[in-house]
C-alpha cells in the first residue's frame, strides 16, 4: 500500500476542505440565479409589485438521464395588503447532492409608494437563514447556520423598472478561513420593461449588472417574446463575473427558455442553461448543462404576468 507522508496528508485534507466549502457556497447561488422568473430571489423589494398573490415553483436537475443526478427545488410565494401598499413574501431553497445538502429560508417585507401618476417605489428587506455543509479538520461534515439580511429598493412603472439591492449584506465571522472567499455579498443592478410590438406580441428585455469585492463586474443581457399573452421564449446571455481574488476569469453561458399559460392561473415553463453555477467556484470538468422546470400559480390574477 502506498504510503503519504504528513505534509502531504495536510494537503489532501485542506484540498478536500476548500472544495467542499466553496462547492457548499456555489449552492446558494441557485436560488439567484432564477431571478427573471423570480425578481425577489435578489431584491426583497419586488416583494407585492404584481399586487395579487404569486406562488412560484422550479425544479432543477443536472442530468436527467443520471438517475439520482443532482437536483434542487425552490419555492417563493408573495402577496399584498393594505390595498397594495404592503408586500410580503416567503423563500425556500433545498440543494441537494450525494454529499452535501444546502437549505435556505427567508421572509420579506416591502413598502410601495407613488412618486408620481406612473411610477412606485418599493423598498424591502429581507431575512432568513442558510443551512450550508462545512467541513472541519477531522474531514466531518457539520451544518452551519447563519443569518442572513439584505435590503433594496426597486422603482416602476408599467412598462419599465430599475432596482438595486444587496441580498446579503452581513459579514460573517470566519476569520481567516477558507471559507471566508466564498461567503458572496455582491450588489445588483437590474432594469427591464415591456414593448408592444403588435396586437399579438410583447418583447420583454432585461439586463442585470453584478459587482461584489474582489470580482470582476458581471453582466446578463435577455430578452422574452410572448406570442399571444400565451406562448413566450426567452434567451439571455451572462459575460464576466470571475475572481480577482484566485485568479479565475468567470465563465460565460447562454440560456434559453419556454414557458406557456395554461389558462389563467398556471404558467409552465422550461429552461436550459449550457453551464452551470458551480463552475464559477470550482474547476468543475464534468456536463455542463443544467435543466429547469417551472410551476407558476397565481389563484387570483389581475392581468397578464409580465415578471
Do not use: C
Request: without cysteine; glycine residues 12%; proline residues 4%.
Amino acid at each position: 500500500m502506498m504510503k503519504y507522508n504528513l505534509p502531504f496528508k495536510l494537503m489532501l485534507v485542506a484540498a478536500t476542505i476548500l472544495g467542499s466549502v466553496t462547492y457548499s457556497f456555489s449552492q446558494r447561488e441557485v436560488l439567484t440565479e432564477q431571478y427573471v422568473q423570480n425578481p425577489m430571489a435578489i431584491n426583497p423589494a419586488f416583494t407585492g409589485v404584481r399586487e395579487t398573490f404569486n406562488m412560484t415553483a422550479m425544479f432543477r436537475r443536472k442530468w436527467f438521464n443520471i438517475p439520482n443526478s443532482p437536483s434542487s427545488q425552490t419555492f417563493a410565494a408573495d402577496g399584498t395588503f393594505g390595498n397594495g401598499k404592503f408586500g410580503v413574501g416567503f423563500q425556500a431553497l433545498n440543494d441537494q447532492t450525494s454529499y452535501f445538502t444546502t437549505t435556505a429560508l427567508s421572509a420579506s417585507f416591502a413598502y410601495h409608494l407613488g412618486i408620481s401618476d406612473n411610477f412606485k417605489l418599493g423598498l424591502g428587506a429581507q431575512g432568513g437563514i442558510n443551512v450550508l455543509p462545512v467541513f472541519d479538520l477531522s474531514a466531518r461534515t457539520n451544518n452551519r447556520v447563519l443569518g442572513s439580511f439584505g435590503v433594496g429598493g426597486w422603482l416602476y412603472s408599467e412598462n419599465f423598472y430599475v432596482g438595486i439591492s444587496k441580498p446579503e449584506v452581513l459579514s460573517q465571522g470566519f476569520g481567516d478561513q477558507a471559507i471566508s472567499g466564498f461567503y458572496r455579498r455582491p450588489l445588483y443592478v437590474m432594469t427591464g420593461g415591456s414593448y408592444d410590438l403588435g396586437d399579438e406580441l410583447m418583447l420583454l428585455p432585461h439586463a442585470l449588472l453584478v459587482q461584489e469585492k474582489d470580482h470582476k463586474l458581471r453582466v446578463d443581457l435577455g430578452a422574452r417574446l410572448w406570442i399571444s399573452e400565451k406562448v413566450g421564449f426567452g434567451a439571455s446571455y451572462r459575460m464576466g463575473g470571475g475572481s480577482n481574488a484566485f485568479s479565475q476569469s468567470g465563465i460565460n453561458f447562454f440560456q434559453l427558455s419556454g414557458e406557456v399559460n395554461v389558462g389563467k392561473n398556471v404558467r409552465l415553463g422550461y429552461f436550459y442553461n449550457s453551464k452551470q453555477v458551480e463552475q464559477i467556484f470550482t474547476n468543475y470538468t464534468g456536463p455542463k448543462g443544467v435543466h429547469e422546470l417551472m410551476l407558476k400559480f397565481v389563484p387570483n390574477p389581475n392581468g397578464f404576468q409580465k415578471y
